[in-house]
């Protein structure tokens, strides 16, 4: 069994689970594969760099592109936990409830 949304009786506030996506998930097909890549070559840009047929830095630098992209996707996970935390304390969400929302991010 899956949550798929919890609605508070009172006012009617819902978080749809079913809704999270994981963070790699959310990246650009391109962006995905990159990671697999870099993965497989063990982190080295050189070895990207060849089998990609691109320089080094043009390796850095969709690297640190990438970077900037996940720690978007971060601070957008923390913001939404940040919200299930404030949706227990009005008490919208028991702190079962929330706690579980929050353990699939
Ligand atoms: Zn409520």
Known sequence: MRITKL???DCGLSHAGEFYTPRLYRLEREDQRFIELFVL???SLKQMSA?????????????DRLIER???EQRADESRKQKI??????GHL????????????
């Open 7 to 9: 609605t508070c009786e």
């Open 41 to 43: 070559a063990s982190g």
């Open 70 to 72: 996940l720690e978007e």
């Open 85 to 90: 935390l404030e949706d227990i304390e009005a």
């Open 94 to 105: 028991s702190v079962n409830q929330g706690m579980r929302l929050i353990d699939a991010i």
């Open 51 to 63: 089998h990609l047929g691109v320089s080094y830095p043009t390796v850095r630098s969709r690297l």
